[in-house]
Structures are given as C-alpha cells and as structure tokens.
Nanobody
Framework: QLQASGGGLVQAGGSLRLSCAAS????????VTWFRQAPGKGREFVTA???????VYTDSVKGRFTISRDNAKNTVHLQMNSLKPEDTAVYYC???????????????????WGQGTLVTVSS
C-alpha cells in the first residue's frame, strides 16, 4: 500500500514536499514514480527513482524538482521548488519492481498506486 501526502496550495515560486510512504513492502526494492494529472488531461510522468537509485526526470521539472528515497522510513519524497501554475495537478506515486527504462513513463505498467495528493499553484 502507498500513501501519498504533502499537497496543498502555494503561490508561484513557492515550494512543497510530497511524500509517498509504503507499508507492507520495502520501498527500496521497487521503482517508485510520481505521475501527475491536471484537470481534463491524462496522467503525466514526472520523475522516478529506480531500485538501483538511478533517477529520471521529465524535462519540464528538471532543476526544480528532486526525488529522493529514505530507506529507513520506507518513503520516497518529491521536493518541488520554483513551482509554476502549470504544475497544478493531482500527484500520484506508483510502484513496481523491475521496470525497464523503456516503459518507465507508462502508467499502465505500475502495480501499486497511492491515492493522489492535490497541488495547486496560484499565479
């Protein structure tokens, strides 16, 4: 089970930190990915941290977002800085073991999902 938290309302340029806590599973043995879904749009890949620790970001968040994993707390964090109104969306974390790079951005391959947390960035 995954529990996403940390969303909220922030002004443009502000920061938020999302968390994805795992229970019943050891999160470091999974690839954990953050997706987001804006109103009226499909689910979009944001960033992922793989079992190896390697990290992938979508271009629009590079230099602003940082994904990290806390093995002791069995949690993955997403630090979001310099937020923009276009970052407004429901953010979901998802997990799966042994995701190959070519399908990392495909939401359909993930087995486990958090419930989503709403991030609203005002201009």
């Amino acid at each position: 089970q995954l529990q996403a938290s940390g969303g909220g309302l922030v002004q443009a340029g502000g920061s938020l930190r999302l968390s994805c806590a795992a229970s019943g599973r050891t999160i470091r043995t999974y690839s954990v990915t953050w997706f987001r879904q804006a109103p009226g749009k499909g689910r979009e890949f944001v960033t992922a941290i793989r079992e190896s620790g390697s990290i992938v970001y979508t271009d629009s968040v590079k230099g602003r977002f940082t994904i990290s994993r806390d093995n002791a707390k069995n949690t993955v964090h997403l630090q979001m800085n310099s937020l923009k109104p276009e970052d407004t969306a429901v953010y979901y974390c998802a997990a799966r073991q042994e995701v190959i790079l070519s399908v990392l951005r495909d939401p359909s391959v993930y087995d486990y999902w958090g419930q989503g947390t709403l991030v609203t960035v005002s201009s």
